[in-house]
Nanobody
Framework: QVQLQESGPGLVKPSQTLSLTCTVS??????????WSWVRQPPGKGLEWIGY???????YYSPSLKSRTSISRDTSKNQFTLQMSSVAPEDTAMYYC????????WGQGTQVTVSR
């Protein structure tokens, strides 16, 4: 059974770059036809999909976040990473990594607050 675990700083200052890592166990990020996503939920709002990295290594992003978002992976560690630049208080949210849509699985989430 695949498990996902997010890690990274809980507090980021405005204009800095947010970096989160998702460690995957019980399955490989390179397994055919699986897609590995980042999703966030701001306080009091719904889920927002950020982007994914595919089993092939190609990445695709939400158009609204594409200009400042990058998702990469380290196959030797079976991890994938989110980087979001120029963060603002509006980026404060619970951030989740997930395997979607095939055989969905979610991490427990990590709170990120953007504040001075």
């Amino acid at each position: 059974q695949v498990q996902l675990q997010e890690s990274g700083p809980g507090l980021v200052k405005p204009s800095q770059t947010l970096s989160l890592t998702c460690t995957v166990s019980g399955g490989l990020t390179t397994t055919n036809y699986y897609y590995w996503s980042w999703v966030r939920q701001p306080p009091g709002k719904g889920l927002e999909w950020i982007g994914y990295i595919a089993y092939s290594g190609s990445a695709y992003y939400s158009p609204s976040l594409k200009s400042r978002t990058s998702i990469s992976r380290d196959t030797s560690k079976n991890q994938f990473t989110l980087q979001m630049s120029s963060v603002a208080p509006e980026d404060t949210a619970m951030y989740y990594c997930a395997r979607l849509p095939r055989a969905p699985a979610w991490g427990q989430g990590t709170q990120v607050t953007v504040s001075r």
